[in-house]
């Protein structure tokens, strides 16, 4: 049944392009109805799951003479990154109720998106992940492309060339590990099973990891992130941060991780202290991290802190992985749900709320316009969004880092200090925009008479809503998303990683 | 252990949350009303509170109220609060300060409903993190309680309030984050966040060598592993009394506050830290805190000194209040310090280590008491006055407002420490205690006593005394209103100057419990 | 020598046959009987009759599958020859169909004769393993293609562009026969069987060197593959649509077929190998130096263009580049793999020809800039274009990336150590990669950009919408369920023993 997720959105988006032109209202409508039903499938079947463990959803065969299969399943980690999809999908749709131009193109677009990412995240077939993860480049380049702000094109195109040179080096590492396997199969577990030469697993972990870690914003690859963010139209940032970069992270565990554990181990030498491309992956995490946090700090463009922002809480999740250790790792899985929702909700805020009504982004003239008093709702999902983004305690955020810090610690005591300091950093970056845009102290004689701003519509509050509502929800209950994440690390395909170093 | 019907402690935690969600529904038609709710609902915490403590048992002095759930499991969190004496004088005292805040905000106009509910969500938050006994739980409120805080400087604040906001923020933030790795270093090692469990693994000297064993840190010897681990949580706790030198937030914060945020701040905010020392640091850590004994001692010594002498040096009534807070906390911390300089079970000084424990929890109570009631004074001041307090703007307001020069002056004497009102008994105490476990600290304490009673002096004899200020000839002295709202205040500083025991009945068994328990 | 049994000669050529004769027949009727009709019509119906011709030549191969091996490989039927004659006469109907709106000439018959007689070319030079018949039905093709190439006579870049095509042709035609003397010299037969059974031999000749050489010249002349590449651009840019969309995609398909039987078969004793960390010499590394140039100067030099049939005669030459490591390979799988390969690859440079010609007709050439907005203007068209050009990027589920994923997994599994052709692997994703860019650009013109504001509204004709549709209902088709050509090919592959 979660299989229809896939469908329900791939038919969505057919639909939207048999819509007759100038239907906007109908496009919206359609679009939400059609995330609602993804929504609802997925939240089924997340409630129906309660332990966690791999369930096989369709295995047919697809190409025999290859042996690929078109094999869906699900565990804990992929159900709860479908929840994820599904409440961004929702959101994002409620966010862009204000898109006039080209209404149905738009969501179809975004529908063969999230349809796409849902087969990422259910694909067990590795060939099927890949189709699903190189699809999702083509609508995502076109939503910034045509509706997007600020060098939209070269965002776009940015954006659209990293990811592609991203699953260029997933593709040779494919290629390359199933002719190593035998040729006989894709699937992910009969591959992760494949006892692969050491010195394979040393050369093909980097470069699949690499590859879709390029998707999740590892520094120094990151540099897409902001400017595609900032291009994007505010649905695809949500989606872009939200779930796109999720599935690098989400490849990097699930393929890269799975299939090379070897590649984690230790060099026979040392460079610059760094003994493994574990250390090295954890060292750019945590640069990430850091680096993520001051560029935002200075940054004057409202949506490019946010943009930076993601860069460094992606580094977290990437930190996480590099733990491996269980409670790091399922760290850095809440981090993925936590950091989805709350970049999707900033986002909102920044390019829907604000951007759409002011018609600027920069911080030094968002001030004077007294926004927390103009559209106090804004101004309030800010501050909460930022709360739960800085990882005070009661929000997602703060599980999900405690988590990472906990593997840290385990893992690498030195880094954990650095990554406190960067959620220092985090606060005063936070605090600092949320300063500039909403409570500015500069008024600049009387308020200039520029054209009114609309009040927070309909659509954005429940939209926020939503996004708030979840966030708190798993701040004070992880359990939710814990009882399935753990167990599903317990999985036979997790056994590399287990035998190598876990705890 | 009392088994109390009702989840009493939640329901106290819970009620000002309702608060603020109500005053916000109220909205901002009729100020007057939002005001007078938002008492209400401050009051009813008070009553509760009361209520606790007529049925809290003093004389186990361990913890009662007791609500324990299990939270997330795999993080060893739990829901569990309850509270022993320690606990129910923070309560005691958090109900108390906020009605008082409230009382001296009554002039706040602007976003009325948003700045009350925002004192309540405050008081929620000290509520929280008094009553919690598990880190996760704890922490959440711990942290949670840095966002009112901040709105209320930050809307409401006076010049420079930008910048004292974050400043506060800022610096608060970086121990917590102090704090919360170093409980993740603990937490890795024995797999729990509660701290009677911490505090019990510590005792039976498990705990660092679990920390030590389970840290894989290249280059650094586990003693160091244990320093560091210590030094995050202390950091975090230090920042927020503060002690010398993280304190450079609170004088801005303090002074840039509107009046009746910063008694929050000082009466009830500025505990959460003490508070910590007491029931976490102390507990799990007292045996790196022997190991740096010295310096630490130092830096409560500096605390103590340096605040008073800089109080001395300020205009503004609200810095030097501000500083004779670092001052007063100073001496708290000299308490906790100097009980365990001597571990073990030597009798000949386990009186001094119970006066010098009981003489925090006292200080802590009366420097709550006082100084939020010295604050409201300066309220008052404030509005009389157009916000002008400068010790200059000042002169012989005892000749147009004998009632407010006397009350003042009373809150004033106490802060000094005279005998006959509340400040003395806690002072007392600590420097009873403390002088034959630390001799050297303590008498250089006494520098520190000296020049607070130079600078309360100075206050009294600046604003009150000398020729009047042609300005204020038509000062009004304190309406009824405003006496009969202070009266419980004055009346409390004499009830505790004359009859201790009345707070020392609630703390001294925790006090020797704590003592007798890690066997100083 | 058996003696000649002629029946069973005209059975085995009688879908050539089929189709020599429809052209004749299609000649004559648009010479007698249209000659004063509109052009529209006369195309219409030249085309409607040649492809029933065609038609009917891929029934007769269907109903009748012959099997059989003449002298020696000189003509062979086999369900892989079937198969690519098959394609190949596909690739034709389309291109027929596809000219029924051109404009472009008054000589329908011979347009469509010449098309039929290349087509009769190309179907024999995929049924022979004999270097006689094989340089003889190739110079039938290229013949043909000149005079296609030229066949706009009112554009001074038709001809040039012929006249290029000719002059590097005749001049590899040359070097082609060169080395096919030399390897008749050297093993004393033409039949490349035999061939291989008399080169074998551990040091390699200097004659058979320059043999080698000289016929992967020839040979990658047709394939458009660098350094014999320079022909490509302005054919492409020049010649009229109709041909230069059968130049590159029917022709591509038989002339990468007869290089890998050439080169797989006839070489089979000298491959060498290019692994790193040893190069043995054989035509191996001629190829892979072939395959690096044209992937490399293909996907870099398309990056500048601004026509887009230039654009898409460099990234021809980059999918040359990929399908020579089909052809380096030289496994079973490889060649099918290659086989797929160069089947969609055809499909979808048909379609972005066909589209290109419409948009052409209207807005007088093929630069990019004319692309702006089109995909307002003709939506079916613009849908289909971007399918073609993601398929030859390489995106799933189209059929482009299949092709890919499968080609790389053959050339990998051809060497016992998968390590040791991954380097050309490697450069071929990382080209791949940058194809991107290229492609993406003509997307965001028919997406992104808004047209001109002066620029007429284009008129979609309704045979080239529904042709496209089909070709691009075939590219999505055979991406998402490639089994359905693969299973053939596989079968094919097998059952001719190659």
């Not at chain 3, 091996?69 to 027929?96: E, K, R």
């Amino acid at each position: 049944m979660l299989a229809w997720t896939i469908y329900i959105s791939f038919l969505g988006a057919a639909a939207m392009l048999l819509l007759p032109k100038g239907s906007v209202l109908s496009a919206r409508i359609l679009a939400l109805l059609t995330a609602v039903a993804g929504f609802a499938l997925a939240l089924t079947s997340f409630l129906e799951h309660r332990t966690g463990e791999m369930q096989t959803i369709t295995r047919v065969s697809w190409i025999p003479s290859l042996g690929i299969k078109y094999y869906l399943a699900a565990d804990g980690i992929s159900l709860t990154l479908i929840l994820l999809t599904g409440i961004i999908a929702i959101t994002g749709i409620l966010f862009s109720w204000n898109i006039e131009e080209r209404t149905s193109e738009f969501f179809a677009f975004y529908l063969l998106l999230i349809g796409a990412v849902y087969g990422v995240f259910l694909s067990y077939d590795l060939f099927l992940l890949f189709v699903f993860y190189e699809i999702v480049i083509i609508p995502k380049y076109f939503l910034i492309a045509i509706w997007g702000s600020t060098r939209r094109e070269y965002g776009a195109m940015k954006l659209a060339i990293y990811s592609f040179v991203g699953s260029a080096m997933v593709l040779i590492g494919l290629v390359a590990t199933y002719v190593a396997a035998g040729s006989k199969t894709t699937s992910l577990s009969a591959l992760a099973s494949f006892p692969y030469s050491h010195h394979f697993q040393m050369v093909a972990f980097p470069l699949v990891f690499i590859g879709f870690a390029i998707l999740a914003g590892m520094w120094p690859l990151h540099t897409w992130a902001p400017t595609g963010h900032v291009a994007a139209p505010t649905a695809a940032s949500m989606l872009l941060a939200g779930v796109v970069m999720k599935l690098g992270a989400y490849g990097c565990l699930r393929v890269a991780m799975t299939l090379f554990p070897l590649g984690l181990g230790p060099w026979s030498f040392h460079v610059l202290g760094l003994g493994s491309w574990r250390d090295v992956f954890a060292m750019l995490a945590v640069i990430g991290i850091v680096y993520g946090a001051l560029v935002a700090l200075v940054q004057k463009d409202f949506k490019f802190v946010i943009g930076y922002s993601s860069v460094s809480h992606m580094g977290f999740i990437l930190l996480g992985l590099m733990t491996l250790n269980q409670i790091g790792i399922s760290g850095a899985i809440m981090q993925m749900f936590s950091h989805g929702i709350l970049a999707g909700l900033l986002f909102a805020v920044v390019g829907r709320m604000v951007y759409a009504r002011t018609h600027t982004r920069e911080l030094a003239l968002l001030g004077p316009m007294n926004l927390n008093k103009v559209i106090p709702f804004a101004a309030v999902t800010f501050i909460l969004a930022g709360m739960a983004s800085m990882g005070l305690p009661g929000f997602s955020g703060f599980v999900a880092e405690l988590m990472i810090l906990l593997g840290v610690w385990h893992a690498y005591p030195l880094l954990a200090i650095f990554v406190g300091l960067g959620i220092v950093i985090g606060v005063v970056y936070i605090w600092r925009a949320m300063q500039k845009a909403f409570f500015s102290d500069v008024h600049t004689g009387p308020p200039k008479p520029h054209e009114p701003i609309p009040p927070i519509s309909l659509p954005e509050r429940l939209g926020a809503i939503i996004l708030i509502g979840t966030s708190v929800l798993v701040g004070i209950y992880p359990q939710m998303l814990l009882n399935i994440i753990m167990p599903a690390l317990n999985s036979p395909l997790f056994e590399g990683l287990r035998k190598g170093s876990w705890q | 252990m009392t088994s109390f019907p009702i989840p009493v402690l939640s329901i106290l935690t819970a009620l000002p949350v309702v608060g603020a969600i109500a005053l916000l529904a109220l909205g901002n038609r009729n100020k007057n009303l939002v005001r007078w709710t938002a008492l209400a609902f401050s009051l009813a915490a008070l009553v509760l509170t009361l209520i606790l403590w007529s049925h809290f048992d003093t004389i186990s002095g361990a913890l009662q109220f007791q609500e324990r759930n299990t939270w997330v499991a795999p993080l060893g969190a739990e829901y569990h609060v309850a509270i022993d004496g320690l606990g129910l004088l923070m309560l005691l005292l958090s109900s108390i300060v906020v009605p008082i805040g409230i009382f001296a905000s009554w002039q706040i106009q602007d976003r009325v409903p948003l700045y009350f509910s925002l004192v309540l969500l405050l008081q929620a938050c000290l509520f929280g993190t008094f009553t919690a006994l598990n880190f996760f739980h704890w922490f959440i409120f711990w942290e949670l309680s840095l966002i009112p805080a901040f709105f209320l400087i930050r809307l409401w604040g006076g010049a420079n309030r930008t910048k004292a906001a974050t400043q506060f923020l800022v610096y608060t933030m970086v121990g917590s984050i102090g704090l919360l790795l170093s409980f993740l270093a603990l937490f890795l090692a024995t797999r729990t966040f509660d701290f009677a469990d911490l505090a019990t693994l510590a005792q039976h000297g498990q705990l660092m060598p679990a920390v030590i064993d389970k840290l894989a840190w290249r280059h650094v010897t586990p003693d160091h592993v244990a320093i560091i681990v210590f030094t995050g949580a202390f950091l975090g706790f230090a920042v927020k009394v503060p002690l010398f030198p993280f304190h450079t937030w609170l004088p801005s914060a303090y002074s840039e506050a509107p009046t009746g945020t910063t008694i929050l701040l000082t009466g009830a905010m500025s505990k959460m830290g003490v508070y910590g020392f007491l029931r976490i640091l102390l507990p799990i850590f007292w045996p790196q805190m022997q190991v740096v004994l010295t310096p630490l001692l130092w830096l409560a010594v500096a605390t103590i000194i340096f605040s008073a002498y800089a109080a001395l040096a300020q205009r503004d009534l609200k810095r030097i209040f501000a500083y004779s807070s670092i001052n007063h906390l100073g001496y708290c911390l000299l308490a906790i310090f100097a009980v365990i300089k001597f571990t073990g079970g030597d009798a000949a000084l386990t009186g001094e280590k119970y006066a010098a424990m009981n003489g925090a929890f006292l200080q802590m109570f009366n420097h709550g008491l006082t100084a939020a009631t010295l604050f409201w004074f300066v309220a008052i001041l404030e509005k009389r006055t157009g916000g002008l307090r400068s010790l200059d703007d000042f002169g012989g307001l005892r000749k147009v407002a004998p009632v407010f020069t006397g009350l003042m002056g009373i809150a004033l004497f106490s802060s000094l420490g005279l005998p006959g009102l509340n400040g003395f008994i806690g002072e007392f105490l600590i420097f009873k205690g403390s002088f034959p476990l630390v001799p050297w600290a303590t008498s250089l304490a006494v520098l520190g006593l000296l020049t607070t009673a130079v600078f309360t002096l100075g206050i009294l004899q600046r604003v009150f005394y000398g020729p009047l200020n042609s300005q204020w000839i038509s000062f009004p002295d304190l309406t009824t209103r405003e006496r009969l709202a202070l009266a419980p205040a004055i009346g409390l500083m004499f009830a505790l100057g004359l009859y201790p025991q009345l707070v020392l009945a609630v703390v001294n068994n925790t006090a020797i419990q704590m003592v007798e328990h890690f066997k100083f | 020598m058996t003696p000649i049994n002629y029946s069973e000669l005209l059975q085995l050529a009688l879908p050539q046959v089929i189709v020599v004769v429809t052209a004749l027949v299609v000649m004559a009727i648009d010479l007698i009987a249209l000659r004063k009709r509109a052009i529209r019509i006369r195309f219409t119906v030249a085309s409607a009759l040649a492809s029933l011709g065609c038609a009917a030549a891929i029934l007769q191969i269907l109903v009748h599958p012959a099997q059989a091996n003449i002298f020696d490989g000189m003509l062979i039927a086999n369900p892989l020859t079937h198969f690519v004659q098959i394609a190949l006469l596909v690739l034709t109907i389309f291109t027929l169909l596809i000219s029924v709106d051109s404009r472009f000439t008054e000589h329908v018959g011979e347009f469509v004769l010449l098309i039929l007689i290349a087509t009769a070319g190309m179907m024999f030079l995929v049924g022979s393993q004999d270097l006689l018949v094989i340089f003889i039905s190739l110079e039938l093709l290229s013949l043909s293609l000149y005079i296609l190439a030229a066949f706009n006579k009112r554009s001074g870049q038709s001809w040039e562009a012929a006249l290029k095509y000719f002059l590097f042709g005749g001049m590899s035609a040359a070097f082609l026969l060169f080395g096919f003397s030399l390897l008749y010299g050297l093993s004393n037969s033409t039949s490349l069987t035999r061939i291989a059974g008399a080169l074998h031999g551990p040091s390699l000749n200097p004659l058979l060197v320059i043999a080698i050489v000289t016929t992967a010249l020839g040979l990658g002349f047709k394939i458009a593959a660098a350094p014999f590449h320079f022909w490509a651009p302005d054919v492409y840019q020049g010649a009229p649509a109709p041909s230069a969309a059968f130049i590159a995609s029917g022709s591509k398909v038989a002339s990468f077929f007869v290089f890998f039987q050439v080169m797989a078969l006839g070489f089979a004793g000298v491959n060498g190998t290019v692994t790193l960390s040893h190069l043995v010499r054989g035509w191996v590394p001629v190829l892979a130096l072939m395959a690096t140039l044209s992937m490399l100067l293909g996907n870099l030099v398309a990056i500048r263009q601004t026509s887009l049939r230039r654009l898409l005669a460099y990234s021809a030459i980059a999918h040359a580049g990929y399908m020579l490591l089909g052809i380096l390979a030289h496994t079973q799988q490889s060649l099918a793999a290659l086989l797929y390969y160069v089947v969609t690859y055809a499909f979808a440079t048909l379609g972005a020809f066909a589209v290109i010609a419409v948009v052409e007709e209207q807005r007088g050439d093929d630069r990019l800039s004319h692309f702006d907005g089109l995909g307002k203007q003709a939506p079916i068209l613009s849908f289909s274009l971007a399918i073609f050009i993601l398929s030859l990027a390489g995106i799933p589920p189209l059929a482009g990336f299949f092709g890919k994923f499968y080609l790389f997994v053959t050339v990998l599994a051809a060497t016992p150590n998968p390590v040791d052709l991954l380097w050309l692997v490697v450069l071929a994703i990382a080209m791949s990669a940058v194809s991107l860019y290229y492609y993406l650009r003509v997307l965001k013109r028919v997406y992104v950009t808004p047209p001109a504001i002066d620029c007429n509204a284009i008129h979609s004709p309704a045979v080239t919408q529904i042709l496209v549709l089909a070709l691009a209902a075939a590219v999505i088709l055979l991406g998402c369920a490639p089994n359905l050509l693969l299973k053939w090919i596989d079968s094919a592959v097998q059952a001719s023993g190659l």
